[in-house]
């Protein structure tokens, strides 16, 4: 005998069989088993936004990707896993994709602490599960901000000289690099 399947390939099955062809012999019983796998994959990609007024474009974030699948090493896209387990570093405006991750895992994101720096993390989609066919995103987001300091301008005006007239007005402009309208104290 000769058992065949249809190839479902194009699908996306693998398929494995055993017994698909023998002899059959009276008394026995013969068994012709057909396996069809269809595992599908997706994409995690870690995305680092700064903002504020005092972030930096230029500083490296640390991160760590931790798969619930420790049998998982080796580069998947941009990250590279030892027992399920990727660390790497972003800056902002940064992204980092781990393609091809096996439906149903779950993964989870963290990023150092960067509080003592002055940064204030808030995230999306940190923990989650793989979907076949998806792409999950754990989004972070560090914003500094610092309380703008205001120092002081003083102009003064000194007249020397045996023939200088001292009530005499001098005209000064003044140009600010900042928009906004500044409070003077003095006389002209």
Do not use: C, H
């Amino acid at each position: 005998y000769v058992v065949t399947e249809e190839s479902y390939a194009n699908e996306g099955y693998i398929t494995t069989k055993t017994g698909d062809t023998g002899s059959i012999i009276g008394g026995s019983v013969q068994t012709a088993a057909f396996t069809n796998t269809r595992d599908t994959y997706g994409d995690l990609i870690v995305t680092k936004t700064v903002k504020g007024n005092a972030a930096s474009t230029t500083k490296e974030f640390s991160f760590t990707v931790t798969l619930s699948d420790t049998t998982i090493n080796g580069t998947y896209g941009d990250m590279t896993f030892t027992d399920g387990v990727a660390t790497f570093t972003l800056k902002g405006g940064e992204s980092k994709t781990a393609t091809d991750l096996p439906n149903g895992i779950t993964y989870e994101v963290t990023e150092a602490d960067y509080s003592a720096d002055g940064y204030v993390t808030t995230s999306e989609g940190a923990t989650g599960t793989i979907t076949g066919g998806e792409t999950v995103t754990a989004a972070f987001t560090n914003t500094r901000n610092v309380t703008p300091q205001y120092g002081r301008l003083t102009v003064k005006k000194t007249v020397t000289g045996d023939l200088a007239n001292k009530e005499q007005y001098f005209n000064f402009t003044i140009t600010f690099n900042a928009e906004g309208s500044y409070s003077y104290t003095g006389s002209k």
